[in-house]
């Protein structure tokens, strides 16, 4: 369970709010109210319950434990549900116990499910232009009958949200790694559209997935941004922004210990210093249908040198 809070300005007193917003959250446990009451009810999550660490292999603790709570979390679509089990007993799991089938390679059959999980995800994405990719809505948030999809997005974090509530782009090229003076330049052809209950995002994480600690205290630019700049120098967002004016503005991933002339100040965001490997993610809650119908374009990356001060 992940639970986000937006902090619209990152002020003293907006953290002040917020740290008071999460002294008041409490999670609590309620009585089940089973509208089938002699229904099997999941056992009470415990270390000992998931605990594979006396498994023989990763892949067979995986299979042990798929048989002690797989049968809680049947398949949404009823009708799929006895189709399933029959593959899963084939498998060796039946009546909470997994047993190796002899005749059954575990190497090879996780090469293959591995191989046929990636391929079901890519056959499910939409290319929107500039190198980005978007799943389509049948995977993402409620996967139905693509157990490929789900099962990729499990492999990788979270299962999300629907494309309703929050777009997932991906960038199809594989370079994630920066030269200690080089940067990556991201230019967005305008204000992504972002329905008033939404906000957007781009966030940088080193290769320990951890924020990039940097001077200036900045590890995200987005429609909170007060700083950020069009090229022709008004801001983009915040009090002193034109609310009516849109148009082209670029945002600088260039190493922490790279800084750049005071004009791309407001626009950078620090990678992590002397370069390597990070991760990006470009977050669309609320996303508006400009989106997904081919009004919007796009940002472009471009690997570039690095703007020197």
Same mark, same amino acid.
């Given at each position: ?86 593959? +899963?007993?084939?498998?060796?799991? @039946?009546? !909470? ?6 005749? $059954?390679? #575990?190497?090879? &059959? ?124 008004? +801001?983009?967002?915040?009090?002193? @922004?034109? !609310? ?6 670029? $945002?600088? #991933?260039?190493? &922490? ?53």
């Amino acid at each position: 369970m992940l639970g986000r809070i937006l902090v619209r300005q990152n002020t003293t007193e907006d953290i002040a709010t917020i740290r008071d917003y999460q002294d008041q959250t409490i999670l609590k446990t309620i009585p089940r109210n089973l509208s089938q009451p002699y229904a099997a009810q999941a056992p009470r999550l415990s270390h000992e319950l998931i605990d594979t660490s006396n498994a023989t292999n990763r892949v067979t603790g995986y299979l042990n434990l798929l048989a002690k709570i797989g049968q809680f979390n049947q398949p949404d679509v009823l009708s799929d549900r006895y189709r399933v089990a029959s593959k +899963l007993g084939l498998a060796g799991i @039946a009546d !909470g116990i997994y047993t190796h089938p002899r005749t $059954v390679n #575990l190497t090879a &059959a996780t090469i293959a499910a591995n191989a046929s999980i990636a391929a079901a995800y890519s056959q499910n994405l939409i290319d929107v232009g500039n190198n980005w990719v978007i799943p389509k809505i049948k995977c993402q948030g409620i996967f139905g009958l693509e157990y490929g999809c789900r099962a990729y997005r499990a492999l990788r974090g979270y299962l999300g949200l629907v494309q309703s509530e929050n777009l997932f782009i991906t960038n199809k090229s594989d370079n994630l790694t920066l030269g200690a003076t080089e940067a990556f330049l991201f230019t967005f052809s305008g204000k992504p559209p972002i329905k008033s209950t939404g906000f957007w995002s781009l966030t940088v994480y080193g290769a320990d997935q951890y924020l990039v600690p940097n001077e200036l205290g900045r590890y995200v630019v987005g429609d909170r941004s007060t700083q950020l700049k069009f090229e022709d120098g008004g +801001l983009v967002y915040g009090d002193g @922004a034109n !609310g009516t004016e849109d148009g082209r503005f670029q $945002v600088l #991933l260039q190493p &922490a210990d790279v800084p750049p002339p005071e004009n791309w100040t407001s626009n950078w965001l620090p990678a992590p210093a002397g370069g390597g490997k990070l991760l990006y993610s470009v977050r669309f809650y609320s996303p508006a249908e400009a989106f997904t119908n081919g009004e919007y374009v796009f940002p472009t990356v471009e690997t570039i040198d690095a703007i020197k001060g």
